[in-house]
């Protein structure tokens, strides 16, 4: 028998738009996300991949109920999150964890970094004094940084820097599953490959399951056991990432992957296969097909 | 603390304005022992007579001259900033926590809070200030205390709205955002995290409203809503005064004065407090 998911998604929604501008005129409703269902296991990592503006953030803020969604189902170990209330929620807060898109934003401007990473100790009462500085200088050494930056403010580093910041924060209540919301996106290249060895490195470490959201498949291929690709609000395909690379169906599966960059600049990337998202937004009824097993793509026009 | 002091050593503008600003409180605080002659005692055989320089060294003489009734300019002057500064500073601390911490509550929590806020801002914003400040102060009665709250309830609801305006765009920051995911309470949030980044726009706000207060307390006092005489205050100053302003200059000009050195001292020192409480600015220098 297959054990039970760390974390199971079923049939998430959330529309963003709605009723009526100040001057009565409609205003669109946006799906943006759309019957979202998936499944993380512990330990694992699976990346969810799909243009700006498909919905991903969405799924990864809904999913730890910091913007909960209009319906659908969030079980994490095996609780039904999204009907409890702030105080049921807490502990779990303790063990699911996001990184955020933009480092910048992501750290208080007025808080010294060291009492940053140190504030989800504090909030969960988990140490204090000097336990905690040394908890603090732990973490610090964990994801790469000398502890005496403690007592730095936030603009002192550079976007990487800023990364590992927050990624010690995000570990320090040991969770068990993260949600990376393209943690690399907005860093330097040169810097993109360290902290990608720097999740992995935590992941044997501590036995991580990551949600890794990324705007395309270049990465996703190093890092994620399993691939969940996003257009529009819906999951169109969902695959071991060998069968994502190997053997795509979806048509916008393919084009993800005829738009990653070639490593060799003699060689000339492949014209990327004409997709229009207009003509190929999931029609309302489609359902998810099994091609190969734990390979599903949605119903769509060949 | 020496940090502090050496950055302001070597801001000039902030420099000026925090020498000026101390020499006008040194001076208010020390007039009981300036042996002045008495604020409120005229003397009607020398009614407006005119400033000497000789004066500030020979006892009785008048060195910034006379008013109406011939009492000592520059004895009512120092005397007077000890009631305008204590007014105008404890008005805008007043309705600086108060306006900071509604404009927080009504940012961050939205809803049914903040319409009710803002609606109580709107409407207040509706009634002139003056307007609102004179029937306040009909109904209670002109006393330190009472203006004292009628500045405060004028200056409030300039710290509530634009703090608001700043929290709204801080909460979707993701570190916001990231307090929420490890799970810290809405207090925690508001107090740890929305607080020290709305700190500067209030100290901003607060030099205005301080700037402000003044004039508005002097306005006060100039319609006969202020401190009550014979208590020396410099809008009733600049009110009796503005009656001979083409005969005796010196009656209407040194309180005007007084009220534009400290209203600009408090702008500089406040132009480099913000500057010195930006983390980014400070260790650029
Ligand atoms: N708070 C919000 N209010 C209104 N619309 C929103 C809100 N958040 C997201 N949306 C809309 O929902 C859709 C999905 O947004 P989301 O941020 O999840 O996309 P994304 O896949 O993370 O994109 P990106 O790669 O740019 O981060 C977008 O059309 C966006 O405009
Ligand atoms: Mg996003």
Known sequence: ?302 | MKHFLTDLYRSKAGLVGAVLIMVIVLVSLLAPVLDLPDPTRGDLRARLVGPTWTGLFTPGAHPLGTDEVGRDILSRLINGSRITLLVATTAVVLGGIVGTILGILAGYKGGLVDRILMRLVDIQLAVPLMLLALLVVAALGPSLRNVVLVLALTSWIRYARIIRAQVLSLREREFVQSAHAIGASTLRIMFLHILPNVLTPALVVGTLELARVIIMDSALSFLGLGVQPPTPSWGRMLADGRVYISSAWWAVTFPGLAIVLTVLSVNLFGDWLRDYFDPKTRSAK
Request: net charge neutral.
């Open chain 1, 1 to 302: 028998m297959i054990p039970a998911p760390l974390l199971d998604v079923q049939n998430l929604m959330r529309s963003f738009g709605g009723g009526k501008s100040l001057l009565g005129r409609p205003r669109p409703v946006i799906n943006a996300i759309n019957d979202v269902s998936f499944q993380v296991a512990a330990g694992e990592t699976l990346g969810l991949v799909g243009e700006s503006g498909s919905g991903k953030s969405t799924v990864g803020r809904a999913v730890l109920q910091l913007d909960p969604a209009d319906s659908g189902s969030v079980r994490f170990a095996g609780t039904e999150l999204t009907i409890l209330g702030p105080q049921q929620m807490k502990p779990f807060r303790r063990r699911m964890q996001m990184i955020f898109q933009d480092p910048y934003s992501a750290l208080n401007p007025r808080m010294k970094v060291g009492r940053f990473v140190a504030e989800p100790l504090v909030v969960h009462g988990v140490a204090g004094g000097s336990a905690l500085t040394d908890r603090v200088a732990d973490l610090f050494r964990l994801v790469g940084l000398d502890p005496s930056f403690m007592t730095r403010y936030p603009h002192e580093f550079s976007g990487g820097q800023r990364q590992r910041i927050n990624i010690a924060r995000a570990i320090a209540l040991e969770p068990a599953f993260i949600v990376a919301d393209e943690p690399i996106t907005a860093l330097d290249v040169s810097i993109q490959a360290q902290i990608i060895n720097l999740f992995q490195d935590l992941q044997d470490q501590m036995g991580l399951a990551y949600l890794f959201i990324a705007h395309d498949l270049s990465m996703v291929r190093y890092l994620c056991q399993r691939v969940a690709v996003m257009l529009r609000g819906r999951i169109v395909e969902i695959a071991p990432t060998e069968n994502i690379f190997s053997d795509p169906q979806h048509p916008y599966t393919r084009s993800l992957l005829a738009a990653i960059p070639v490593p060799d600049p003699d060689r000339k990337r492949p014209d990327r296969p004409p997709f229009a998202v207009s003509e190929n937004i999931p029609p309302r009824e489609a359902g998810m097909i099994e091609v190969s097993p734990g390979h599903f793509v949605l119903e769509h026009k060949k």
